[in-house]
């Protein structure tokens, strides 16, 4: 089945029936993430909502149970910002002795100024990769339990913006520039993709990364309005919720749904998804347009030395 740009995420999961299925989404309980557990939660999967804000999480889990009839929808609390807090969720998840069969590292932070998580990381380059790298290797039991897991980690075109800094990640020495910082991340979001697959594949579990387009949602709020306004993300009443050009979040978490479902990325791993299709390298000059993605992003090398510089900083 083919699908588009103007694809949404029911579009994608109509037909699919994922009642055996259990999926983890990170950043459940809002913007992608929100959109991407509905469609999941209307096909019958067991899902968790993993994420920050207990009220919330919880809300947005009664909230899914009472709108699609699914009984077997959960929050369950995650702090991608601190190992201790991805450990307990680890632990707990474990615990149950449920396999794992769709893993959504979607949940991320964008532009923020300079802060450190819990462990000393820069911000970005810790909650958006090496949290989720955490998260993901220690729920390897389960995923390889389930015999055909899939992880589908949230990248972006963003990624343009910075390759990784193998000397200095944390920006510890070199001036902080936050798009460079987010972008660093969302590299190493999609070579993760490319190590984790590697590595794994003979265990039946894949990764894939995927840029999910431009959608308006609160990942922008570490922006000050003016910078909004001189970007054309926002005008005197706030944030444009309906710019031209970009999707909404239903249409923005339909590479996601297709990454955890679709039957021709069976075995599929390592691939930078984009518009519900495996994207292109990018090898002229200028930024990388819709379905391309610059090589260094999916660089076998980069991703074996970002594995074991991942390795080595979220060892505990
Ligand atoms: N919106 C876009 O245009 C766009 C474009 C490219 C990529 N992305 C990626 O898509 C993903 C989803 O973004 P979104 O647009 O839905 O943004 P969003 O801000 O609406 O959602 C992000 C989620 O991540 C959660 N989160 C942030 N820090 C966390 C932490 N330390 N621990 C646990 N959860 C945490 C937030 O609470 C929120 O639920 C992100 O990874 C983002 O980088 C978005």
């Known amino acids: 089945m083919s699908f588009d740009e103007g694809s949404t995420a029911m579009d994608v999961i109509d037909g699919h029936d994922l009642r055996d299925k259990v999926a983890v989404v990170t950043g459940g309980a809002s913007g992608l993430g929100a959109a991407t557990t509905r469609a999941l939660a209307s096909a019958g999967a067991q899902l968790v909502l993993a994420g920050r804000n207990e009220v919330k999480g919880a809300a947005k889990a009664a909230e899914l149970r009472a709108a699609t009839g699914n009984g077997a929808i959960e929050f369950g609390a995650l702090d991608l910002g601190s190992l201790a807090s991805v450990a307990v969720f680890v632990r707990d998840f474990l615990a149950t002795g449920r396999p794992l069969h769709i893993l959504v590292n979607n949940a991320g932070v964008m532009a923020c100024p300079l802060a450190y998580t819990d462990d000393g990381f820069e911000t970005q380059f810790g909650t958006n990769h090496l949290g989720h790298f955490a998260l993901t290797t220690g729920l390897l039991p389960a995923l390889r339990a389930a015999g055909d897991a899939r992880v589908v980690a949230l990248s972006s075109r963003a990624h343009r913006r910075g390759d990784i800094y193998f000397d200095d990640p944390n920006y510890r020495r070199r001036a902080y520039d936050p798009w460079q910082a987010y972008g660093q991340s969302k590299t190493a979001v999609a070579l993760f993709a490319v190590g984790f697959s590697h590595r794994h594949e003979a265990d039946g579990i894949t990764a894939n990364s995927v840029m999910p387009g431009a959608i308006m949602t609160d990942l922008q709020r570490h922006l000050p309005h003016e910078r909004l306004v001189e970007m054309g993300w926002a005008d005197e009443n706030g944030l444009v919720r309906n710019k031209p050009g970009w999707k909404t979040p239903e249409q923005g978490a339909a ?53 074991v510089l991942s390795e080595k900083l979220t060892a505990r």
């Open 255 to 307: 590479t996601s749904v297709w990454a955890a479902v679709a039957p021709e990325l069976a075995g599929v791993g390592g691939k930078y998804l984009d518009n519900c299709a495996i994207a292109e390298p990018w090898t002229k000059d200028g930024d990388p347009p819709n379905g391309h993605y610059l090589p260094y992003a999916v660089d076998p090398d980069h991703a074996e030395r970002l594995w």
